[in-house]
Structure formats: structure tokens, C-alpha cells
């Protein structure tokens, strides 16, 4: 089962990606995670990524593309997997749809996670992150015991660039412009379902559930 998660930053889509790995026992390849572990790492490519992130831009696809075609070889791919942050632009999306081609295969469902911007500017504003161990927090939907206060090391939080409003709504804009066309894409390709983010996290994943048959 090869799934693709859209919807704009801060939708949820990789909380429910790694929903749908659990469950399905697929790997979750983010390609967030793989930008981040890169910047904690002080690669040459984390540096490079870091510079667009903290402008509320997208990696360019010579950052990605290589990265996520050679991940797709590794055997826990085997059965599918859940790929989130990735195909963002339309160019993107026809490399994959080439490349998953010449293997005989194709993507099973494109999940677009909708929800309204002004949902998100207010989520992702309230995100903190330890930047000493890598915990995610938020202050109302995912607090610590603590305030300000990372749970696992004790370190403080921080509220990250790319999570500052200002910066949130540059990210919106470009998501708009560049990945919005996608939903037209998968739609065409008869892969796409959407699922409105707005309802509770186990209400979102119920929904993907019954859009996946199982």
C-alpha cells in the first residue's frame, strides 16, 4: 500500500502518517525528519535545507528527490509505505509517478488532510520544541508538566522559526501556490480522498481507515 499525505503545514498529516504506519506496518518516511536529523547533524545538506526552512521555504527538489528515490529501495518498502512531505510541487510529483513507473508500480491513494489556514497559523503558533533532544510539545493540545520546560530532558523549549506566525504564513503561501496544484493531479490520476482535519485526531484517522478499506 503506497500512500501519499498532502495538506498544508501543520494540518496533522504527519501525525496520521505515522497513525497509518502503526497500523498498517509500512514505513513512515517524512521528509521533514530527514531535514531535521540532517540541520541536529550540521550536514552540508542539513545547512542548506536549514537556510530555506527558517524563511518559511521549500527545500528545492535537488535536496529531496535523490534522497527519497534511494530510500524507496530499502526492504521495509516492501508492502508500501506512507510518504509525508513529499511530492510537494507538480514536477516532484511526475518524477515520482516516472520513477514508481519504470518498477511497474504506482501510488494507491493520495490523502489530502483539509484544514482552513487560520486553523493552522493558531496550531502551529503554539508548537514548542526541545531543541536539546528533539520533543515536540504544544501549549494547549500537548503540554508539559512543566511550563516551558522540556519533559524528557529538562531543557527549555523554544518556539522554532518556522513555526513563528510571520513565518507560517509564508509557508501557507507557498503550500498554495506550489503543492495545491496536486490536489488536481491525483485527482485526475483517481488517487485522491480527502478527510477534513478539523475533527479530532481519532475522528481523522477513523476516516482514513474507511477511505484505505481495512
Same mark, same amino acid.
Request: with cysteine; hydrophobic share 35%; charged share 25%.
Given at each position: ?57 521549500? =527545500? #528545492? +527538489? !535537488? ?7 534511494? $530510500?524507496?529501495?530499502?526492504?521495509? &518498502?516492501?508492502?508500501? /509505505? ?32 483539509? =484544514? #482552513? +489556514? !487560520? ?7 503554539? $508548537?514548542?520544541?526541545?531543541?536539546? &533532544?528533539?520533543?515536540? /510539545? ?77
Amino acid at each position: 500500500m503506497k500512500i501519499i499525505m498532502l495538506g498544508a503545514p501543520g494540518a496533522g498529516k504527519g501525525t496520521q502518517a505515522k497513525k497509518i504506519a502503526d497500523k498498517y506496518q509500512i514505513p513512515h518516511i517524512s521528509t521533514g525528519d530527514i531535514f531535521r536529523a540532517n540541520i541536529k547533524e550540521g550536514t552540508e545538506l542539513g545547512k542548506k535545507a536549514k537556510s530555506y526552512m527558517d524563511q518559511g521555504q521549500l =527545500v #528545492p +527538489d !535537488e535536496l529531496t528527490l535523490e534522497l527519497i528515490m534511494d $530510500r524507496f529501495q530499502n526492504p521495509d &518498502c516492501e508492502n508500501g /509505505y506512507v510518504l509525508d512531505g513529499f511530492p510537494r510541487t507538480i514536477p516532484q510529483a511526475e518524477a515520482l509517478t516516472e520513477a514508481l513507473a519504470k518498477k511497474g508500480e504506482t501510488i494507491d491513494y493520495a490523502i489530502n488532510v483539509e =484544514v #482552513p +489556514d !487560520e486553523n493552522i497559523i493558531n496550531r502551529m503558533g503554539g $508548537r514548542r520544541a526541545c531543541l536539546a &533532544c528533539g520533543s515536540t /510539545y504544544h501549549i494547549v493540545y500537548a503540554p508539559t508538566r512543566v511550563e516551558g520546560i522540556c519533559d524528557r530532558c529538562g531543557e527549555k523549549l523554544v518556539l522554532r522559526d518556522d513555526d513563528k506566525p510571520e513565518t507560517v504564513k509564508n509557508r501557507l503561501n507557498v503550500y498554495h501556490n506550489q503543492t495545491q496544484p496536486l490536489i488536481d493531479y491525483y485527482t485526475k490520476q483517481g488517487k485522491l480522498a480527502e478527510v477534513d482535519g478539523t475533527q479530532s485526531m481519532e475522528d481523522v484517522f477513523n476516516a482514513i481507515v474507511k477511505i484505505l478499506g481495512a
